[in-house]
């Protein structure tokens, strides 16, 4: 059975003794939640340490980032197994900041979706569109382009290491969030669009979470809605009592 994911996802903020500070905090206010999955990625830095807080927990850890191959000459990069070795569960790949600032193709994410799930990762593939897409009534193509690519090659039994991520750009850090319904409309057309890429069982069990400004303020009426499962959170999960609300949303 699907279980709600609420992500924290904190950027390129926090060294390690700030991360170990934040991830003592959420291992006190979230011990008693255990009807939904919380993660959270810190920078590759504090990975280490912050899994060394939360081993044992009912917290789980994830990276921002990852490269496709497993060693070798990539300078700067980090493997598949690199991450797992610190304690890694999951990976986001393809966020907006490495699609927009650092200059990720859909090609180069699906080689980084593959080579993570064949190393037994699992995948939070973020997908959404820019503001200008969005007002030339363009966001469904380009979120079907998103996922049609990312997922290239990747198989059925693969897919339940597949969480997908839908981010409207110009929501992210803007304190701009979708409407709800809006967000919803789009979450509805990536279920039908996984359910004709895969099949209806599949895409009614994949999570496919919400970002974009996810604040305590609106998780509710956002989880409110029928096609949200979950919500990836940039800087309202760097706040331990902020994170905790969004992480205990009340289902309406
Ligand atoms: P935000 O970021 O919550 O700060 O808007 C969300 C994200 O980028 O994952």
Redo the contacts with the bound molecule.
Sequence with gaps: MKRYLIAG?WKMNKTTGEAIELAQKLVESLKDVNDRDILICPPFTALYSVYQVIKGTNIKLGAQDVFYENSGAFTGEISPIMLKDVGCEYVIIG???RRHIIGETDELINKKIKAAINNGLKTILCVGELLEEREAGKTLEVVKTQIEKGLNGVSKEEMKNVVIAY?PVW???TGKTAKPEDAQEVHAYIRELLSKLYSKEIADETIIQY????KASNIDSLMAMPDIDGA?????SLVAEEFTRIVKFIKQ
Excluded: Q
């Design positions: 996802n966020h907006s900041e981010e929501a992210i850090g970002g974009g400004s996810v990836l959170v940039g800087g309202a």
